[in-house]
């Protein structure tokens, strides 16, 4: 930085006036008085805080508390379920399929529509759904804040839906209930909406955990659906509560993998590939799956009755193929188990999957209470086995297993229809606990990924709070503020005042009508090239200040000051906090010499080489020039 003379007469009164290029005004800071050791800074990030030891310690509370409601909801669905069907009071275990109910059977899942419409009509109609898109909702748009009645209201609807033959699954209702209990204790205590988010995202993993004995895929699940971020401090609370829950769930139930199967062989190369095939087709049904499901929702907003009454018109539906189907009334966990397990010919697997997919699309269209995966699972696990069965048929050279054809179909329909790709690899293998499936489920699941992704913007999970208007992040990628340092990216050229200035020549530099006088803030250093303060323009042009007066006597408030050490995200926190828009940036030494401005700008400036990387394509290696210099 160059210093001028600033007076017609060449007097050095002013010297030090810098004058190199600052285009900007600087702020004044909040009065701390007119130090830099008194200034405001940005705290140094950490990957943890001490705090979070009380939030993982909630969380491992909300596991067992998940858990057992879990549990709960399970035996409630067993007691609505023996009540419905079988005329009994009963916490056994019971396929509704067994009845022998005969034609009445069409009645039941009416009856069960119709409580849930009158309890969401007079309960609240967030209960309506399978719960995750709500749950999302209101972490993107409420602070994490679920109404608490929903925490009792979610898991009974859902327990009537199901047990009165609604073709759903449990884990939907208790990761919504969970997330409620999570957000329901972030409410009651002093924590952050950050905090409360992560006690709503353990609540709901552990859920999951307890329903699937699966705490890594919860864990996942909680990452790709509800955090919307993978950072320390939400991480650890996350995973305490679905590793507590899976512990209580092995406790109470046993550590037997859900969907048991039979060992399966490791997959050649040909039949590799024909699951990757097979899951880029079920990622084309997926998409299918997503769109009639919304599309039958449409249509049920057509109809000229109020919507309390829709979930008994899709019951209706319910009984109707449940009478031809009995299969797809009711959980269907076993039917996930027999798909995988190889136990269904070909014309059941075909009744199953066209017959499920009608009763739970048209349920689910009616916005009764219910979960998605249990039936997407039968769904695409049927499908899958079909393909399989087709394949061997038609080229047993290829070496497919139905089995495992049906596995990848299960998990792939699931990763193209949510996008929650990672949580449905892992989530297949810890329900079957069969590693050799791992390498088909990462390969169809990937393929389903990407035509899903390349075919539909919105998931099953987004679409309807998408049409409401509530934009949900679909990409995780790492902060580039937080990998640019101040240092890089302020500007170092500034117009700076020293405190030994008189008043009165600063003034006539002022007037002078240079443009480097014209500035609306400027920073004042002492005779060390500390930084003391900021002084506005018009404290300078002030009448009731003498031109006698020092700069430096001027200075009653701190400037709000980064170091150049700092990241663009710390600094980018902290003019939020200070409600300010540039910030004075020092050097890290001793006496902290003054550096540059950061200003807004610049922290947009920042993100050119982030565009440049993900936009501009080039080749940088060309392979003809190379082998003709060596030739030279």
Partial sequence: MSERETTPHGSDAVRHVRDDASTDALPVAPALGASLDAARMPRRSTLVEPRILFIAALAIALGVAAALVAQLLVALIAVVTNLAFHGRWSLQDVSPATHQLGAWVIVVPVIGGLIVGLMARWGSAAIRGHGIPEAMEQVLLNESKI????TFLKPVSSAVAIGTGGPFGAEGP???????????????????????????????AGGMAAIFGSPISAVILAVELLLFELRPRSLIPVALAAVVATGVRYAMVGTEPVFAMPDIDQPGGAALLSYVVLGALVGLVSVGVTRVVYGIEDAFEKLPVHWMWWPAIGGLAVGVIGYYAPLTLGVGYSNIEDIVSGHFAVGALALLCVAKFGSWAIALGSGTSGGTLAPLFTIGGAFGALCGFGLVAVAPQLGVDPRIAGLVGMAAIFAGSSRALLTSVVFAFETTQQAAGLLPLLGGCVAAYLVSALIMRNTIMTEKI?????????????????????????TRDVVSLKTSDDLGTVRHWMASGRPEAQHQGFPVIDDNGRVRGVITRRDLLDPSHPNMRRIGDMLTRAPVVVQESHSLREAADHMVDQDIGRLVVVGAAEPHPLVGILTRGDLLSAHARRLKEAHQAGRHIRIRESLRRRRR
């Fill in 174 to 204: 208790i990761i919504a209930t969970g997330g409620a209990l999570g957000s329901f204790l972030g409410q009651l205590l002093h924590v952050t909406g950050g905090e409360r988010k992560v006690l709503l995202a353990a609540g709901a």
């Fill in 466 to 490: 998408a049409r409401r208007g509530v934009r949900v992040p679909s990409e995780y990628a790492a902060d580039h503020l937080q990998l640019v340092t101040v240092g890089e990216a302020c």
């Fill in 147 to 150: 109404p608490p009645r929903i």
